[in-house]
DNA sequence: ATGGCTTGAGTGTCAAGA
């Protein structure tokens, strides 16, 4: 396995063409997707067999949604994290949020995260926020212990520093940029993790997500809040890593780019 | 200024995202 690669598509059903596309011209080994937005039953999974992908997928209707797709079988998956749903989630939302998904691919521990947006400080979804990077940070210590070499990537909803802002004075204090949020992702990092993509030197203001309103992506208006999180022995042999802002620039884009990250030798 | 776009649900208009 050499390159593997997140992408927070917001809706598989919009999307299908432009992931089939990146699929067939980047040939990564993995990506992982968020928010596609649709049950299993209406995955379209023989659209990425078409193509040499196998999928595993855990989503339900209308929110969040996650699938991991893979040149090679995944085995040992979870599609839930245990005790995210045990605090009360914000009121009105379906449960449990399909927000997780950990295989096993190669060898390599997968963990594809959709981590909650979060609305606004002190609000019941930040809280929900906070409740389940508590619950993720558990599983993740777990998972380290079994598995060295692991990678967690995904839509994380964190913009962990300045650097990941285009105006920290205009987002200091809010969600996604909140001291509590970035302490947590320090912490995530702590249990031994790498994020890779400050291995490597960066164009200036790189960012992962762009606002769809005021021309955000025009006036490069975003923020980084998309990251590959690799374990100590993966991220040795991490050689690069990059954000790819070309299907940003797509009819109907996601307002997320794909992250990718590869890897030399070969990881599995 | 609490908007601005985009998607899904469902067919009028709102919730949610970030």
Redesign the pocket.
């Known amino acids: 396995m050499k390159m593997i690669a997140t992408w ?1 598509v ?2 598989i ?3 299908l063409p432009q992931v089939l596309e990146w699929l067939e011209k980047e040939s990564p080994d993995v990506l992982c997707l ?2 596609t ?2 049950t299993d039953e209406d995955f379209p999974a023989e659209a990425f067999r078409g193509v040499g992908y196998h999928a595993v997928f855990a989503g339900q ?3 969040n949604g996650v699938a991991t797709l893979s040149r090679a079988p995944a085995d040992a998956v979870v599609a839930l994290l245990p005790g995210a749903d045990d605090a009360q989630p ?1 009121s ?2 379906q449960t449990p949020q399909k927000r997780l998904l950990a295989a096993t691919i190669e060898g390599v521990r997968v963990l594809n995260v959709y981590i ?2 979060g ?2 400080v002190g609000s019941d ?1 930040y809280a929900y926020k906070l409740s389940w990077l508590g619950a993720l940070e558990k599983f993740l210590a777990e998972e380290l212990r079994s598995h060295p070499k692991l990678v967690v990537l995904g ?1 994380y ?1 964190i913009a962990p520093e300045e650097v990941d802002v285009h105006d920290p004075k205009l987002w200091e204090g809010r ?2 940029f909140s001291d509590r949020e970035r302490a947590v992702f320090r912490r995530l990092v702590q249990l031994g993790l790498v994020d890779v993509f400050r291995k490597f030197e960066q164009p200036e203001k790189s960012f992962s ?1 762009w ?4 021309n955000g992506f025009k006036r490069n208006f975003g ?1 980084r ?1 998309d990251h590959i999180l690799c374990s100590a022995v993966l991220a040795a042999d991490c050689r690069a890593c990059s954000i790819d802002k070309e299907p940003r620039r797509h009819e ?1 884009p996601s ?2 780019a794909p992250v990718v990250a590869r890897f030399e030798p070969s990881i599995s």
């Open positions: 927070n917001n809706s059903r919009v999307r968020q928010e937005k649709v209707k209308t929110y914000p009105g939302t909650p947006n609305e606004e979804k839509d909803n969600v996604l997500w606002d769809y309103r005021m923020l809040i109907r307002d997320h």
